[in-house]
């Protein structure tokens, strides 16, 4: 007859599995959102049960597995997250026949843009939406028509995974990087009634894909010195000047 395992136990009411998890459930039980906080303890073993495993693997186990061992065979413990589902969120498209699918956007591989008829068919225009599928097969709303999902398309430049910004996990740090060299429109909806210009990026690319090559600086040369000056180590320089005539001054 098999021993009925013991139920799972509320938080941890034991010292010793309040010591081996660090108080981990208590902050569980304090977090928001966090609800039915179980463990499930297994019975220790036994020294002889160590010993007979040491032997049979020819391994001495460290003394910390050791006392771990003797204190509890593991534990097993679970912990659950309440999510606040929205109500007016949209039944997810199926991929069965109770859902039609074709696709309008391939993404370049990063998710497909779908148009879907919710009832199946006979498919009705007015039975349309428009979702994006990502790349782990989870639906995601976009519009409810597709005059709507064409002015996002607009709006957000065409840039590369514009559609994850829709997603529960938001662009990729890559998509980021591109959003904020060349600004969808969307991030500026104030700007709507202001001048064209004022759409226009101030970020000059050419700065900041500018090459870190030095630029060569040519040296400055000395100032040339007359031909007729001579310099020596010692005394004062001395020039010489040809005049018209011996004795007679030359003037200028």
């Known amino acids: 007859m098999q021993e009925e395992s013991p139920p799972p136990l509320v938080g941890c009411s034991k010292p010793h599995l309040e010591k081996l998890t660090l108080g981990i459930t208590r902050i569980l039980e304090s977090s928001p959102g966090v609800t039915e906080v179980t463990i499930l303890e297994k019975a220790p ?25 003797l204190m509890t065979n593991g534990f097993h413990m679970t912990w659950s997250v309440k999510l606040d589902a929205s109500e007016n969120q949209p039944e997810k498209p199926h991929f069965d026949s109770r ?19 919710k009832k199946g068919k006979p498919a009705l225009a007015k039975d349309t939406e428009i979702w994006f599928l990502d790349r782990a097969l989870y639906w995601h709303f976009l519009t ?15 840039l590369p995974q514009w559609q994850y910004a829709f997603t529960n996990y938001g662009i990729s740090p890559q998509a980021k990087q591109w959003f904020n060299m060349y600004k969808p429109i969307t991030y500026s909806t104030n700007l709507l009634t202001e001048e064209t210009d004022s759409f226009v990026n101030r970020l000059d690319p050419s700065r900041v894909f500018k090459s870190k090559n030095k630029i060569l600086v040519p040296k400055k040369k000395g100032p040339v010195q007359p031909a007729g000056v001579q310099k020596g ?10 005049s018209s005539g011996s004795g007679n001054p030359v003037r200028k």
């Not at 859902?99 to 008829?117: A, P, T, W």
């Not at 709507?148 to 957000?156: G, P, V």
């Open 233 to 242: 180590p010692s005394g004062p320089p001395s020039t010489s000047k040809a």
């Open 144 to 158: 409810e028509t597709f005059t709507a999902y064409y002015r996002l398309l607009i709006t957000h430049l065409g």
């Open 45 to 69: 073993a036994e020294r002889h049960m160590i010993s007979s495993w040491e032997q049979k693997n020819n391994c001495v186990l460290p003394e910390d597995v050791k006392n771990f061992y």
């Open 99 to 117: 859902s039609v699918i074709f696709e309008l956007d391939s993404c370049n591989g990063n998710g497909k843009v779908c148009l879907v008829y």
